[in-house]
């Protein structure tokens, strides 16, 4: 079927991340854009490129004038402004627009994760202890060292590099300190969990699948911090960028690929999930599996976490873009179902399974 699809997304243009030399991931989004588009055509889908940018009435005004069957949802947040991400699936579904991924409240939540750490907790998934601290309540640690310094509401490694790993007073400080200036959401605190890393991409609205895992390995020398960096993303003459490799489906026994898998689809499902969302996370020494992130909205580039992991799983980039969609028309029609059979009382579960077996 000939479907009409508009890829959506932040036009990339100078910010505040330029300031910080973090412009790169910024431009990144355009990778994903050229392939998503590239898959829709080889799909034989009618493919509208839609860039947006400030302000967001224009943007909206741009999304109400849509008429496509699906919007493909890659939008980020205007650059340098993360915080804008859920404005785009609050607007099309104010506009009855489909749209492809996770909804708007999803996003809005995972931005702050201190939030989502506070949930997880609650439920007994395992998440790195925390605190929130700004230069006033330093002296309100309580944590012990190492932890790790970090934005409460970046993505995409933004302040994330060697120094993020604090061991003293003195650097735990200077952290702060320089993340509170340079990133509005404040600065978060967590215990450095320093086992494997791992990664975990579930697909799906009622029923899952959870793709091949991978596995960031680090070959660092010693007594450089084993972390994934923003230059270990994003700036290919580092150190980091030539020791931080990506193994894809990871080297792990059936019990851990199925433990790593099984608290990816937890955390999905507690959050409330749709369509895909790659969960991080990471061991502590007894191997315990700590949730470090849950990102609704993970880069799909070629090559990259969610797009790499399908490649594992058998499914070409053009056939993991059409299954985004299918997920995202399937739950549209699901989502009617439920509105329907829940105004007569009864619950949306029978739906639930029916719409999606194929998955
Ligand atoms: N508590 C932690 N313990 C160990 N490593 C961490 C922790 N938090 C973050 N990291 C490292 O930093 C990287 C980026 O952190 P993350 O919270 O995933 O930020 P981003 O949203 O930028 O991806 C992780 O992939 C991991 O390598
Ligand atoms: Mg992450």
């Known amino acids: 079927?000939?479907?009409?699809?508009?890829?959506?997304?932040?036009?990339?243009?100078?910010?505040?991340?330029?300031?910080?030399?973090?412009?790169?991931?910024?431009?990144?989004?355009?990778?994903?854009?050229?392939?998503?588009?590239?898959?829709?055509?080889?799909?034989?889908n009618d493919a509208v490129l839609v860039p947006l940018i400030p302000p967001f009435?224009?943007?909206?005004?741009?999304?109400?004038?849509?008429?496509?069957?699906?919007?493909?949802?890659?939008?980020?947040?205007?650059?340098?402004?993360?915080?804008?991400?859920?404005?785009?699936?609050?607007?099309?579904?104010?506009?009855?627009?489909?749209?492809t991924g996770c909804q708007a409240d999803v996003l809005r939540l995972a931005l702050d994760k201190a939030k989502v750490k506070v949930i997880l907790k609650s439920s007994g998934?395992?998440?790195?202890?925390?605190?929130?601290?700004?230069?006033?309540?330093?002296n309100t640690f309580l944590l012990g060292y190492p932890c790790i310094v970090k934005p409460r509401s970046e993505d995409a490694s933004h302040g994330i590099s060697d120094k993020s790993v604090v061991r003293d007073f003195t650097s735990l400080k200077r952290q702060v300190i320089l993340v509170?200036?340079?990133?509005s959401g404040g600065a978060l605190i967590e215990e450095f969990v320093g086992g494997r890393e791992f990664n975990a991409t579930v697909i799906g609205n009622a029923q899952h699948v959870v793709l091949p895992v991978s596995e960031i390995v680090y070959?660092?020398?010693?007594?450089?911090?084993?972390?994934?960096?923003?230059?270990?993303?994003?700036?290919?003459?580092?150190?980091?960028?030539?020791?931080?490799?990506?193994?894809?489906?990871?080297?792990?026994?059936?019990?851990?690929?199925?433990?790593?898998?099984?608290?990816?689809?937890?955390?999905?499902?507690?959050?409330?999930?749709s369509g895909y969302a790659r969960v991080d996370m990471r061991m502590d020494e007894a191997g315990k599996l700590n949730v470090i992130e849950l990102?609704?909205?993970p880069d799909i580039s070629p090559g990259t976490g969610a797009a790499r992991q399908a490649e594992a799983a058998g499914m070409s980039y053009a056939q993991f873009v059409d299954l985004i969609i299918k997920l995202a028309l399937e739950k549209k029609k699901h989502d009617r179902q439920n509105t329907h059979l829940d105004r007569r009382g009864q619950t949306g579960a029978d739906a639930d399974t029916a719409a999606y077996a194929r998955i």
């Open 1 to 44: 079927m000939r479907r009409r699809v508009a890829v959506v997304y932040n036009e990339p243009y100078a910010s505040r991340y330029d300031d910080a030399c973090e412009q790169k991931a910024v431009e990144g989004v355009m990778e994903a854009v050229t392939a998503v588009h590239q898959a829709l055509i080889e799909l034989k």
């Open 57 to 99: 009435e224009e943007a909206r005004q741009k999304l109400a004038a849509l008429m496509v069957d699906v919007v493909f949802n890659l939008f980020e947040g205007f650059c340098g402004e993360p915080q804008t991400e859920a404005l785009v699936p609050d607007a099309l579904t104010e506009l009855g627009l489909t749209f």
């Open 125 to 138: 998934i395992p998440t790195p202890d925390f605190q929130l601290l700004n230069p006033e309540t330093l």
């Open 180 to 183: 509170s200036e340079a990133y």
């Open 219 to 273: 070959t660092l020398p010693p007594g450089i911090p084993k972390l994934l960096t923003f230059a270990a993303k994003w700036e290919n003459d580092s150190i980091y960028y030539d020791n931080t490799k990506v193994h894809c489906p990871a080297e792990v026994t059936p019990e851990v690929r199925q433990y790593i898998a099984d608290t990816a689809l937890a955390t999905f499902r507690l959050i409330g999930c």
């Open 295 to 297: 990102n609704p909205n």
